[in-house]
């Protein structure tokens, strides 16, 4: 069965510093994989999602994620964090059914 | 506007109680989820369903039962409420399922005294 893990459990970033959230996902194929973002009291919103082709995945909000097969990673980037990005993201895999990470708690300092 | 709610938002009860999680989507997908999602932890399903009168059981022993009658309502019911329950309840649907984005709602945040 497909498994995510988000090894983070909480990052702090500087309004305007770069941001890399990492994933690491099981899956025995090429899994279709997800992030999304929920800010507090909201359900989750899509950023982006890989099915195939180019690795490199563009989404909303300025947001990019790069699909490594090889480290089995779907890491989630953001060249300039903005103060509203502070919320808390999920990666997920799906295949069969949709796996979810636990989450990483992003807080934006000024 | 295409959309999935959910009502009530936040619901305090004793326990005993039985409530009714309600979830409606205007986007005619066939397939529904309902998720149960604590703090630091990942979102479990706990029930799901391919269409009208399809129901599933998810990966997440609940004692929650679901009813899919219409396309656009798939309520979550809770027979006897017990402080157990209390967890945020995720709905989201799809057009397909599995590998397919999931929409969500923005979730019932439950307590159970």
């Known amino acids: 069965a497909q498994s995510v893990t988000q090894p983070d459990i909480h990052i702090t970033v500087s309004e305007g510093a770069s941001l890399e959230l990492r994933c690491n996902y099981s899956?025995?194929?090429?899994?279709?994989l997800f992030w999304y973002v929920q800010s507090p009291g909201q359900g989750l919103q899509l950023l982006l999602k890989y099915f195939s082709g180019d690795t490199l995945v563009q989404g909303i909000k300025g947001f990019e994620a790069e699909f490594k097969r090889s480290q089995s990673s779907f890491n989630l980037r953001k060249p300039s964090v903005h103060w509203s990005d502070a919320a808390e993201y999920f990666c997920a895999v799906g295949a069969g059914d949709m796996r979810f990470g636990a989450g990483t708690r992003l807080t934006v300092k000024p | 506007e295409a959309d999935i709610y959910q009502t009530p938002r936040y619901l305090v009860i004793g326990t005993g109680k039985k409530i009714t999680l309600e979830c409606s989507q205007t986007?005619?997908?066939?397939?529904m989820y309902w998720y149960q999602q604590d703090p630091g932890m990942e979102l479990h399903l706990i029930h799901y369903?391919?269409?009208?009168?399809?129901?599933e059981k998810g990966d997440l022993s609940s004692e929650s039962t679901v009813s899919r009658i219409r396309t656009e309502h798939f309520p979550l019911t809770l027979e006897s409420a017990r402080p157990s329950h209390t967890s945020q309840y995720l709905c989201?649907?799809?057009?397909?399922?599995?590998?397919?984005?999931?929409?969500f709602g923005p979730g019932t945040r439950l307590t159970v005294l």
């Open positions: 986007m005619g997908h066939d397939k």
């Open positions: 989201a649907s799809s057009v397909r399922f599995g590998g397919d984005e999931q929409f």
């Open positions: 899956y025995g194929a090429t899994p279709y």
């Open positions: 369903s391919y269409g009208v009168n399809s129901t």
